[in-house]
Structure formats: C-alpha cells, structure tokens
C-alpha cells in the first residue's frame, strides 16, 4: 500500500473514533497509482487512458466538490468515488480482459474489484447521491471531450 505521510498522520488521529471512510482514504494513493498505470499500459485503449488522464486531472485539481484545502484528507472522498467509478465502466467493458489488467497492476493488499464495488455503494452516503451524480457528470464531460 502506498500511503503518505499526510494521511497517515490523520488516520492515526482518528483510531478512536474512526469513521467508516477511513480506511478507504488511506487507499486513494493506491488508486492513484493504478491509475497512472493504466494511463501508461499499452493494453489499455487510447480512449480509456485519456478517461483516466482525465480522473487524474480531477484528483489534481484544487477545485473539485470536496476541496482537500478546506477538508484535509477528507477532501479525498470525492477523488476516490470518481475513480472507482471510472475503473468500474472499465472493467464493465471488457470484464475478464480488463479486469486481469487492473488486477495486475493493483498495489494493494485488498481485493481490488470488492473494495471498487464497496466504495461506490456507499458514495451516496459518504458524499451524497447529489454530489456522486454530480461526478458522475464530470465524467460524462471528460468522456465526450476525449
């Protein structure tokens, strides 16, 4: 698991009384990297590298639905929720042919597809099913610019 020194910081603050999303922001890193990965992989269809390229253009940005600036690592929640829904439409494509690829290039310890499939059932409840429609639309909007 790749995890900075920031988050760490504030996952250990919060062992007491640990909210359910924590353990989660501690894999946006991961998801970061699989991301560029992917981005990189010449199995990957140039379409689907520049719909990654796109997340991770929205992950850079300091302006976005729950800005790390005002929020800390909690701003990460809505980083998190656009890239699995992304690499979810991915794997939907193609399921077993790219579900090996992101499989593969996963750094983390954790079932990849479980926990993918874990954070967009709760991202109403975490960001609200306003906002997750909201970033769902900013992924239509990267797609069609693509």
């Keep these: ?37 992917l981005t990189l992989d010449d199995r990957v269809p ?15 940005s300091p302006i976005d639905f729950v800005p790390e600036v005002f ?15 992304v690499l979810n439409l991915y794997i939907n494509q193609k399921e077993e042919a790219n579900r090996l690829v992101v499989s593969e290039l996963w750094p983390g310890n954790q079932d990849i597809l479980g926990t993918i499939q874990s954070v967009l059932q709760k ?5 609200g099913s306003g906002a997750l429609t909201k970033l769902k639309e900013v992924y239509e909007t990267i797609s069609k610019k693509k």
């Design 123 to 127: 991202a109403d409840k975490w960001i």
């Design 46 to 60: 140039a379409i689907d590298k520049a719909k990654f390229a796109g997340t991770l253009a929205y992950i850079f």
């Design 71 to 85: 929020f800390g690592p909690l701003g990460y929640i809505d980083d998190l929720v656009l890239a699995c829904y």
């Design 1 to 37: 698991m790749i995890v900075n020194r920031t988050l760490l910081a504030w996952y250990n603050e919060k062992i007491d009384k640990k909210p359910e999303y924590a353990d989660y922001i501690l894999l946006v890193p991961d998801f970061f990297y699989l991301l560029v990965k």
